[in-house]
């Protein structure tokens, strides 16, 4: 564990996955994905949509302990310089399961994220999941959470109940998070555009079909009015925003002079984005620069990705070496004045998640 007086000075790690041992006892159940798949001796993860050639020796990506290991991710902590991780199931969530089946199971994911952080010592918070394709079951389920102490809101996907996060069958669930002034962590799966990446495996789909997914979900949320009937609702972006700290003014020009329909907001679309918190997972200081531009560095925590992005040396041991997303991300903020390092790195997340 790392001292008191560097803990204090350490990162917060906001972005930060585990797949919980029940969601991997899940995964492996399955025979279609999302599902892990034991082929020439090693573990596979089949989650994304396109890369689940079943027969494929090589499909999906190695499922190591880095994925599931709670001490493997606070060995990873200690090596990268994090005091505190707030921890997300990763993707694809339990959107892909039938209603009643991801209601029960959210409700043992939940209290399972719980008994992990309450076990750390200190060095782990936790976001939960939502049945969203039963939002009166989810918005009961986000308002439970609020009983758990060392939970901080909830991760959701971009599909939100299957039609989009814009979707009004959600309000039940919008209205339950602005009530109790949950963080929601907005998260994409499906990548968006997905047919120009054909031939790039998954680099392509990562870095820009996940963005142009995010950019897409949160415009549409946006343009539906759902801020305006839930002004306190509390968002927290993945990926430094998407592409929409550099396309805010594309799209307030857009929105602002569109004829065909009149989409009633109270404020342009940029000023909405201004609402919002984001992580700080742009890779480089121009992104992260465009995005303080338009929120504020007050809104933008450090994240990190892990497990994902693992080197690429497969002789590495994961468990000791340094890995390239927190290390770029680490420099991006390097670039930023000293004030903006520290709030980015840690004192924002203090605040705004009540470390």
Not at 39 to 64: C, H, T
Not at 147 to 171: E, F, W, Y
Not at 335 to 350: D, F, K
Request: charge should be negative.
């Amino acid at each position: 564990m790392l001292p008191a007086d560097l803990v204090s000075k350490a990162s917060i790690d906001v972005h930060t996955h585990i797949y919980l041992p029940t969601y991997v006892e899940m995964l492996r159940k399955r025979d279609s994905v999302p599902r892990v798949v034991d082929r020439n001796g090693q573990s596979r993860l089949l989650i994304l949509p396109g890369k689940d050639e079943e027969d494929s020796p090589d499909a999906g990506r190695p499922f190591g302990r880095e994925y599931f290991d709670i001490g493997g991710k606070i060995r990873f902590m200690d090596n990268h310089g994090i005091a505190v991780s707030v921890l997300s199931l990763a993707n694809p969530w339990v959107d892909f399961l039938p209603p009643a089946e991801a209601v029960a199971l959210s409700r043992v994911f939940n209290d399972d994220m719980e008994a992990v952080c309450a076990a750390s010592g200190g060095r782990l918070r936790g976001f939960g999941v939502l049945p969203l394709k039963a939002p009166a079951a989810a918005a009961e389920e986000l308002a439970r959470i609020s009983t758990l102490r060392h939970l901080r809101g909830v991760i959701i996907g971009t599909s939100g109940a299957g039609n989009g996060l814009h979707d009004p069958a959600l309000d039940p669930v919008w209205a339950e998070a602005a009530r109790g002034g949950h963080m929601v962590f907005v998260h994409p799966h499906y990548g968006l555009g997905n047919a120009a990446y054909e031939g790039t495996g998954h680099a392509l789909f990562l870095a820009l079909g996940f963005p142009f997914e995010t950019s897409a979900a949160i415009a549409r949320l946006i343009l539906a009015g759902v801020l305006d009937r839930h002004s306190k609702l509390k968002l927290l972006v993945a990926h430094a925003g998407g592409t929409l700290p550099y396309l805010a003014g594309r799209l307030d020009s857009c929105v602002g002079t569109e004829r065909q329909v009149d989409f009633t907001l109270k404020a342009a679309p940029s000023e909405y984005l201004k609402r919002m918190y984001f992580d700080s997972i742009g890779y480089h200081t121009p992104a992260l620069l465009a995005l303080i531009a338009l929120v504020g560095h007050e809104r933008i925590m450090f994240g990190t990705d892990h497990p994902f992005f693992p080197p690429r040396d497969a002789t590495l041991d994961l468990a000791t070496c340094l890995w390239p997303s927190p290390q770029e991300n680490y420099a991006a903020i390097e670039g930023l004045p000293a004030e903006q390092q520290q709030a980015i790195l840690n004192a924002n997340a203090r605040r705004i998640m009540v470390l």
